[in-house]
């Protein structure tokens, strides 16, 4: 029988294949498609967020375990579809306008995929009329900004305050290495997280 504790250790080690592999396994054994989900992928990946907040694994791991997880979830996915799983929440995401850096919003949507989010990624120099676009096209619950100039940083409040004007209720988190709690309460954001995995719990609490 397909060992899912396995699956989540594959995870864990960014071991792509052995991922796929089990994955493959626990689909053909007809184990129901959310397990695989929550107690092999999502269950390694939290694993990975934990070990990457307390300083136990670096970025080139977080990345290496995202592929693995990214790899395996191409194959679950039709699964998933079929079983009619709904994605935990939408998540709309992007580097701001003006803003070039995209290393760390990268890692903040694949914790949120790894964590059962759908997630829009918009890329980077996202101004406030793309962000809206998106949100209300699909109906996300939250949105994301990441800003890593002190120079980019109005941009987070002028969208914000765009997505208030138009009225859309989604919910709005912010960070990037300059960005602070003090700056996202000035601002009025719902939130700010310092790092990826912290994002990730604060998505849950935002939108529970
Ligand atoms: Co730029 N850069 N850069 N840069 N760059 C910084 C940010 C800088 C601090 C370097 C320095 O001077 N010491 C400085 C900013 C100074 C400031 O404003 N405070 C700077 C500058 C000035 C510039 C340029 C203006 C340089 C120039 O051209 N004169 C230029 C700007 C271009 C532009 O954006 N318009 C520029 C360009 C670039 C590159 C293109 C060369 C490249 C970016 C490549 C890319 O991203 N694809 C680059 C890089 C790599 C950096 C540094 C070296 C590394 C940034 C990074 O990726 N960190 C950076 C110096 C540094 O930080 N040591 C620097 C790793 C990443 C994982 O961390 O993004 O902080 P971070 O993400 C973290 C958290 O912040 C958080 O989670 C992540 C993971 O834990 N987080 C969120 C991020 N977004 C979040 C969103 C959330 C929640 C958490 O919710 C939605």
Redesign the pocket.
């Known amino acids: 029988m397909a060992d899912l504790k396995a699956l989540a250790e594959a995870v864990i080690k960014g071991d792509q294949a052995t991922a796929v592999n089990i994955t493959k396994e626990a689909i053909a054994e007809q184990m129901p498609a959310e397990q695989i989900l929550n107690e092999g992928l999502i269950g390694g990946m939290e694993i990975v967020g934990v070990r ?1 907040k307390n300083c136990e694994v670096y ?1 080139p791991e977080v990345l290496i375990s995202a592929r693995a997880m990214k790899s395996a979830m191409e194959v679950l996915e039709p699964e998933l579809v079929k079983a009619g799983v709904e994605p935990i929440g939408k998540f709309v ?1 992007g ?1 701001v306008k ?8 990268n ?2 949507a694949m914790m949120m995929k790894g964590a059962g989010f759908e997630v829009i990624d918009l890329g ?2 996202v101004g406030a009329e793309k962000f809206i676009e998106k949100v209300k096209e699909s109906g996300a619950h939250l ?10 940083m109005p941009s987070m409040e002028k969208t914000l305050k765009a997505i208030k004007v138009a009225g859309l209720e989604t919910k709005v ?7 602070t709690q003090n700056y996202a309460d000035k601002i009025g954001a719902d ?9 990730v719990d ?1 998505a849950k609490r935002l939108i529970a």
């Open positions: 990457f970025i995401v580097t003006g803003d070039l850096h995209d290393i760390g919003k890692l903040v980077v120099d949105v994301g900004m990441s800003a890593l100039l002190t120079t980019t988190m912010i960070g990037g290495a300059p960005v939130g700010y997280a310092a790092d990826a995995a912290s994002a604060l």
